[in-house]
């Protein structure tokens, strides 16, 4: 089924992340790459368009927010909102940048686990008890509808309406059912099933509550009227559904750093790599061999380093009485892959 099938229009386009992100339009077959030279992976985008979540190698900052128009990133430790702007931290929605709390009221704790609105205010989710739990992010408040049959399922909501997509069986061929209801849990509609969907985990919403993409792991991906429930075949793997394409990431290549730049033999001298991206593991090679140290720890082998919230990785090495003179390349690797993040030389002298 085609999608001119299903909707007259379908507005914005679906952002794909990895290592890269790309935006596919629905009215044109011409994709964009927005964001291809960062070394975490791209996991969301906001509804705007305008930060980047990257997901990063350390356990320290497993996470960073790339504004995409100044190419800064900023080192988070916990999963943030919709719009990448807060986290919870001590029970408070905390804004990652200023530091400033947003109260939300509500009778039990909360997290930002759940399908977001596509201006990523409300925050839809489902509980072991037939209740959608609703959270408006502008005014703080909490709510919980009872909604049969919620439980095997997921849900969410523009603050108009709630949909609530009750999970099929893969094994009975039991297709995954849409119910289309208002703020207070009346059903207004059952809007069918979604064609060999069964067990989703990745609900996104378009721009203007018109339609879902419905991704199934083991089975695809849907493109589903919210005014029909006719749905169409889509690309896999969605990350976002944004109004219009994104900017075009300014992200400055990293920088690296040998001070002195001439190294006296049994003298120290310090690598400094620096606009790197946060928490990322990094190898650091030293050529030709052979290179002898009397620090014990060699950066010639490779081993897992990590860059800190700055973006920045610093260490201090000395030469031995042995270390033959001549110059010499210093690379930086992405670790576990043969991408160079940066590189540079370096001399060793005899004497001045």
């Known amino acids: 089924m085609l999608l001119d099938r299903i909707a007259d229009h379908i507005s914005g386009g679906l952002v794909i992340g990895g290592e890269k992100g790309v935006y596919y339009p629905f009215d044109s077959a011409n994709e964009t790459v927005f964001v291809d030279n960062i070394y975490g992976k791209l996991v969301s985008l906001s509804p ?50 200023s530091g400033g709390v947003k109260k939300v009221k509500c009778r039990d704790s909360y997290t930002l686990n759940g399908l977001w609105s596509g201006d990523g205010i409300w925050l839809a989710s489902t509980d072991n008890e037939d209740k959608v739990k609703l959270i408006d992010f502008n005014a703080g408040s909490c709510q919980n509808i009872v909604v049969p049959g919620s439980r095997y399922g997921l849900a969410l909501t523009n603050g108009i309406q709630i949909w609530v997509i009750v999970k099929g069986d893969s094994s009975d061929r039991k297709n995954a059912r849409l119910i289309s209801l208002d703020m207070s849990g009346k059903v207004i509609e059952e809007l069918g099933e979604i064609d060999s969907i069964y067990e989703p985990e990745t609900v996104l919403i378009a721009p203007d509550s018109s339609a879902l993409h419905v991704y199934d792991e083991n089975y695809g991906s849907k493109i589903v009227s919210l005014r029909t429930g006719l749905s169409a075949d889509a690309i896999g793997g969605a990350i976002a559904w944004v109004e219009k394409m994104p900017p075009k990431a300014r992200i400055s290549p990293p920088k690296l750093d040998v001070n002195p730049s001439e190294v006296l033999i049994g003298n120290s001298f310090d690598i400094n790599l620096k606009n790197s991206e946060p928490g990322i593991a990094i190898d650091i090679i030293i050529k030709p061999d052979p290179w002898n140290y009397s620090d014990s720890r060699d950066l010639s082998f490779s081993s897992y380093r990590f860059t800190d919230s700055n973006g920045q990785f610093t260490a201090k090495l000395e030469t031995g009485v042995s270390t033959p003179s001549g110059t010499y390349t210093i690379t930086v690797y992405k670790s576990q892959s043969h991408l160079i993040i940066a590189e540079t030389t370096f001399e060793i002298l005899l004497s001045q």
């Open 48 to 97: 705007d368009g305008q930060r980047a979540l990257i997901e990063e190698d350390s356990t320290d900052i497993p996470w960073s927010v790339l504004e995409l128009e100044t190419g800064e990133f900023t080192a988070i430790n916990q999963y943030p909102d919709r719009n990448l702007q807060y986290v919870i931290k001590e029970g408070k929605l905390t804004n990652i940048f």
